[in-house]
């Protein structure tokens, strides 16, 4: 296989950015930045999420089975930056940022626009990064989205011309 073609080829694919959440107060909080999210069903409504093996977030998945999508908005690189490193959660915030508590126990970005409440139902063990599939159990809007909400999303591309996952 060409190498480079391979990787062009998948980057030509769009993604997303997000900041996922799992663990508790009492079990530890864990999270990342990720960007490998897809709906995989109406009934349910199950996402498919890559998530890297040797990350905190992982191995707080496996565990407590409970995540947050948190969803970020246009003009929020900066949030996207701040969890590409472990974030701590200290003085009721993570990484800096205000939070509250899903019904699930893991923390919601009160500054990102959306957010789901995610069960993992299943993992995938393939590769480097282990495919979680996980059903939404619960939304919150954190404000009004003003037209398309897929155009409210921050998109890997927003980050600057050589800014890359994947391929």
Not at 39 to 67: M, N, W
Not at 126 to 133: E, P, R
Not at 137 to 154: F, K, Q, S, W, Y
Request: a negative charge; glycine letters at 10%; zero cysteines.
């Amino acid at each position: 296989m060409d190498e480079q073609a391979r990787k062009t080829a998948l980057r030509m694919i769009p993604y997303g950015l997000y900041v996922l959440t799992a663990g508790t107060k009492e079990t530890g909080i864990a999270s990342a930045t990720i960007n490998w999210v897809t709906q995989t069903s109406f009934v349910p409504p199950l996402l498919a999420l890559g998530i890297k093996t040797d990350s905190a977030v992982y191995a707080a998945a496996r565990e407590s089975r409970d995540l947050v999508l948190n969803i970020l908005g246009k003009g929020q690189g900066g949030l996207a930056f701040a969890f590409f490193k472990p974030a701590e959660y200290a003085d009721g915030k993570l990484g800096g940022q205000d939070i509250r508590w899903a019904a699930n126990g893991a923390p919601i970005l009160t500054g990102v626009p959306a957010a789901v409440e995610l069960k993992v139902r299943h993992v995938v063990e393939l590769g480097d990064h282990h495919t979680f599939v996980a059903e939404v159990t619960n939304a919150h809007m954190n404000h009004e989205i003003a037209g398309r909400p897929d155009e409210a999303v921050l998109h890997m591309k927003d980050l600057g011309e050589k800014v890359f996952y994947g391929g």
